[in-house]
Nanobody, 120 residues
Framework: VQLQASGGGLVQAGGSLRLSCAASGSIFSINFMGWYRQAPGKQRELVATTTSFASTNYADSAKGRFTISRDNAKNTVYLQMNSLEPEDTAVYYC???????????????WGQGTQVTVSS
C-alpha cells in the first residue's frame, strides 16, 4: 500500500494550508490514518489521527487550529491547518494502517512527506 501526500508549501504566519494523503493498492480496510511531523533536529511527533470509527486525536499544539478528516471512498485523509505559526514548520508525514490483499495482511505505510514552511 502506497501513500501519496500533497498540499505543503510556504505560507505566512496566520495563514492556512490543507494537506492531503491518498492511499492506493489492494486495500481491504483502513483502520487508522494520521499525520505526523518532523522539524529539523527534532523527533517525529504526532499531529492528529483518526480511526475508522471517526474518532480523532490531536496533539495539544494542534487543538483548535488543525482538523483531520477522511474520505473513506477515496482512501484519503486530510489535514486542514489554520492559524499557522512558524513553530509548525516541519515535514509532514501521513500514516495509514489496515489490511490489504486476498489474505488480509496488515499494512503500516508512510507517505513521502510534504514540507510546510511558515514564515513570520
Amino acid at each position: 500500500v502506497q501513500l501519496q501526500a500533497s498540499g505543503g508549501g510556504l505560507v505566512q504566519a496566520g495563514g492556512s494550508l490543507r494537506l492531503s494523503c491518498a492511499a492506493s493498492g489492494s486495500i481491504f480496510s483502513i483502520n487508522f490514518m494520521g499525520w505526523y511531523r518532523q522539524a529539523p533536529g527534532k523527533q517525529r511527533e504526532l499531529v492528529a489521527t483518526t480511526t475508522s470509527f471517526a474518532s480523532t486525536n490531536y496533539a495539544d499544539s494542534a487543538k483548535g487550529r488543525f482538523t483531520i478528516s477522511r474520505d473513506n471512498a477515496k482512501n484519503t485523509v486530510y489535514l486542514q491547518m489554520n492559524s499557522l505559526e512558524p513553530e509548525d514548520t516541519a515535514v509532514y508525514y501521513c500514516n495509514a494502517r489496515g489490511t490489504y490483499g486476498d489474505s488480509l495482511a496488515r499494512f503500516n505505510s508512510w507517505g513521502q512527506g510534504t514540507q510546510v514552511t511558515v514564515s513570520s
